[in-house]
Nanobody, 128 residues
């Protein structure tokens, strides 16, 4: 299992931007498809974005499409979530997740149950 640590959360005004990072331990990061999720108080965990292990394939939830961008740097064992045009409803704890995907370079996953490793989360608060 890969260990994941998110960073980059904080307080930002509506319309602002943040970039979240998720650093993974181990030497096989490039074998993992990655995803970002969030969970607001009293709500279900919500899928946001996913990226294949190669980085060539990505997908987004409709709620963040055009505002958020997922990317990865396999040399740095890190996946990113660039968040622009933030809204108060984006306030949540943000989690990255990893799924071991050794055979499919361009496959991504979008269901929380698909992922075996999770970070501890980072809080994002967007003020109006």
């Amino acid at each position: 299992q890969v260990q994941l640590v998110e960073s980059g959360g904080g307080l930002v005004q509506a319309g602002g931007s943040l970039r979240l990072s998720c650093a993974a331990s181990g030497r096989t990061f490039s074998s993992y498809a990655m995803g970002w999720f969030r969970q607001a108080p009293g709500k279900e965990r919500e899928f946001l974005a996913a990226i294949s292990r190669s980085g060539a394939a990505t997908t987004y939830a409709d709620s963040v499409k055009g505002r958020f961008t997922i990317s990865r740097d396999n040399a740095k064992n890190t996946v990113y979530l660039q968040m622009n045009s933030l809204k108060p409803e984006d306030t949540a704890v943000y989690y990255c997740a990893a799924r071991f995907t050794p055979y499919n370079r361009n496959t991504y996953h979008t269901e929380a149950s698909d992922f075996g490793s999770w970070g501890q989360g980072t809080q994002v608060t967007v003020s109006s």
